[in-house]
């Protein structure tokens, strides 16, 4: 029953910005964590930055700390992620995920802790 649809992404010069948006449908999503993850060719996909549901509780990887932001919407159903400062090595395609596990006491940073993902956008950083 849930989709979720990501958008924001595209080509962007190192030191640029973008900021990626999630929307979810389906069911209302304010009481659960959700996050964000991207895959490199040839990587494995890793975890970038999650949400409590609230909002009031985020983490993130040390690779992109202090340069991009997670935040929600609930009215709207909604995650955002915003990238500023950025590099080369962050493109990838950029993977929004839905955690519907109830009473959480952290926010979750594993892929098998979430159980709905969106199909992507691609993020381009050029040199």
């Known amino acids: 029953q849930v989709q979720l649809v990501e958008s924001g992404g595209g080509l962007v010069q190192a030191g640029g910005s973008l900021r990626l948006s999630c929307a979810a449908s389906?069911?209302?999503?304010?009481?659960?964590?959700m996050g964000w993850f991207r895959q490199a060719p040839g990587k494995e996909r890793e975890f970038v930055a999650g949400?409590?549901?609230?909002?009031?509780?985020?983490y993130y990887a040390d690779s992109v700390k202090g340069r991009f932001t997670i935040s929600r919407d609930n009215a709207k159903n909604t995650i955002y992620l915003q990238m500023n400062s950025l590099k080369p090595e962050d493109t990838a395609v950029y993977y929004c995920?839905?955690?519907?596990?109830?009473?959480?006491?952290?926010?979750?940073?594993?892929?098998?802790?979430?159980?709905?993902w969106g199909q992507g956008t691609q993020v381009t950083v050029s040199s």
């Open positions: 995920a839905l955690d519907v596990t109830v009473y959480r006491t952290t926010v979750p940073s594993r892929q098998l802790e979430y159980d709905y």
């Open positions: 949400i409590s549901g609230s909002g009031g509780n985020t």
């Open positions: 389906g069911r209302t999503v304010s009481s659960f964590a």
